[in-house]
């Protein structure tokens, strides 16, 4: 069944969108990632405009982001007390971010930094999750019963000041790093239109040492609210939110998103890091390949920006 | 003197009307297109007949060419080159105006039909009917060449050659497959007759396509109100999120 996008000003299936909304979702919910890094380079590819691509999408993670954290809220797997200090982290990296991206509108280059930050992110992520959850599961395999490794133990963050105690992370430690890992996602995430949630959840594990139960709920808790305000800018500075592209998309993506929450917890948490680091790593290697190789168009066409 | 011109316009007028003794008469099957939520393309045809007061001159034969011609929007082309080992955007002009959807469609072979001083006058080939002036590349040709290259993929320019149908030198029709990926605004159908590569007579209508019902106040709303339509995109993402969520949890509990 065709439909017609208003804003897209283009016709498209409705049934791939519903499919590709619900494939975005059900890792959405398993993962804690919006999708976004997924879903932007398809929508591109169905011949979405990119501009209405990143905006309309945004909007789709806000209801996928928020049917997953029901989910884990009912199960107690957010820290909201954590969510609150990275958002605030956040929202102000995502004013920063939007400006970056229309001075870099205006001198043609936002696609190659979008892709380029997709490369070096995606890869540097996904190797450091896979080698990192190959490792886990070799000790678990070599050594059962013994206890797991701690992770938080860095000197220098725990050096810093103003400390907070985060209850359900049961970590006590200094507001700073979160608030700086907040905003570093918060200035990407508006430059690469995504949630930033699959930089947000390696970084909680890794850097601040959170449990990774409590990360995936989190992290979709801070997600919501940055893409409901990129979401706005979009829609009042650009108008490219497309209503009935959202509607379609998040149709599918917040049935996903419940079935990811299901499946998430059935698996171990090494065994998802694992699957995860996979995904990223396949998006990334798709992406190089597609920087090094000669594309079959060499000219694209684009709204003038009367440079 | 505004009295000698009068009588000397008067005196002329037969002349001109000698001169265009044939004249087009043309019909379309639709002057207006709709897009609806379910919009997959539409299908427009262009009829029409010669007029003549004469018996049908000697000669070169006549041919017909039938053009639609979508709103113009200025348009930026970038190039891509390799730089440090990727590709990467270096180059970029912009081209003034070019049409967002242009078809035409002739008799015959398009050279065969037109002289390029008449195609330049009135602007009938794809390449005569975009716009680039004052730009400062040296290859400006490859640029607005790619522009039409990338658009005939998308079926947004379409070159018809030999689809007209002409009966006795009287009758044609021919019809245009306007593509999904249509831009709102006035298209304008032109119809012009040749008789040894000249243009003998023209004719011009409007096609207006405007989106209409749930998609006309989406549209409208997205950019009358955008803070509203954005507050109320994310009204519906919550509500979705919430349901959803709901309802899972219902399935869950009665299963």
């Known amino acids: 069944m065709q439909i017609y996008l208003p804003i897209a000003e283009v016709s498209v299936n409705a049934f791939l969108l519903l499919g590709l909304g619900g494939m975005v979702g059900i890792l959405s919910g398993m993962f804690g990632v919006g999708g976004g890094f997924l879903l932007t380079p398809l929508l591109f590819f169905i011949g979405i405009p990119p501009a209405v691509a990143v905006a309309t999408e945004a909007n789709q993670i806000v209801a996928s982001s928020f049917s997953g954290v029901l989910a884990h809220f009912k199960r107690k797997t957010v820290d909201l007390k954590m969510g609150v200090v990275l958002l605030i982290g956040g929202l102000v990296g995502a004013a920063l971010g939007v400006q970056v991206f229309n001075a870099l509108r205006a001198i043609g280059q936002v696609d190659l930094l979008v892709r380029l930050c997709y490369v070096v992110f995606l890869g540097i992520i996904g190797a450091l999750m896979f080698v990192e959850s190959l490792r886990t599961i070799r000790r678990a395999k070599a050594a059962p019963g013994a206890p797991p490794p701690r992770r938080h133990h860095r000197g220098w963050i725990h050096a810093l000041p103003f400390k907070m105690r985060f209850r359900t992370s049961g970590l006590y430690l200094s507001a700073i790093p979160p608030l700086i890992v907040g905003l570093c996602v918060g200035v990407l995430a508006a430059i690469m239109g995504v949630g930033g949630g699959f930089i947000m959840v390696p970084a909680m594990i890794y850097i601040l040492g959170m449990p990774t139960k409590v990360v995936v709920g989190t992290s979709l808790f801070q997600i919501i609210f940055v893409t409901a305000f990129s979401t706005l800018l979009h829609a009042t500075t650009n108008f490219t939110v497309d209503m009935i592209l959202a509607v379609l998309l998040l149709i599918g993506g917040v049935i996903g998103a419940q079935v990811g929450a299901r499946i998430g917890v059935k698996l171990k948490a090494e065994q998802l890091r694992i699957l995860l680091a996979i995904m990223v790593l396949g998006v990334c290697g798709k992406l190089a390949f597609d920087l090094l190789v000669q594309p079959s168009e060499l000219f694209t066409l684009g709204a003038a920006t009367g440079h | ?255």
């Open chain 2, 1 to 255: 003197m505004k009295q000698t011109l009068l009588i000397l316009a008067l005196l002329l007028a037969p002349f001109a009307a000698a001169a265009q003794e044939e004249t087009v008469v043309a019909g379309l099957s639709q002057n207006v297109v709709s897009i609806t939520a379910n919009f997959n393309g539409s299908e427009i045809l262009i009829f029409g007949a010669v007029q003549r007061y004469a018996p049908v001159p000697e000669g070169s034969p006549l041919e017909v060419i039938i053009t639609i011609e979508g709103p113009d929007r200025p348009v930026t082309v970038r190039r891509m080159d390799r730089r440090y080992g990727i590709w990467m955007n270096t180059e970029a002009v912009d081209v003034d105006a070019a049409p967002t959807f242009y078809a035409v469609a002739t008799t015959n072979p398009f050279r065969e039909v037109i002289s390029d001083t008449e195609d330049l006058r009135h602007r009938i080939s794809i390449p005569r009917a975009i716009r680039a002036v004052g730009t400062n590349t040296e290859h400006q040709r490859d640029f607005t060449d790619a522009v039409i290259r990338i658009r005939t993929d998308e079926d947004l320019y379409q070159v018809l050659e030999g689809s007209v149908m002409l009966r006795n030198e009287t009758l044609f029709d021919t019809s245009f497959r306007m593509p999904a990926n249509l831009v709102e605004g006035d298209y304008t159908a032109r119809i012009f007759l040749t008789r040894g590569r000249e243009v003998v007579s023209s004719y011009e209508t409007d096609i207006t396509v405007r989106k209409v019902g749930l998609e006309r106040m989406i549209y409208t709303l997205a950019h009358e109100r955008p803070l509203v339509y954005g507050l109320l995109s994310l009204a519906i993402a919550i509500a979705a999120g919430w349901l959803a969520s709901a309802v899972f949890r219902y399935i869950r509990m009665g299963g």
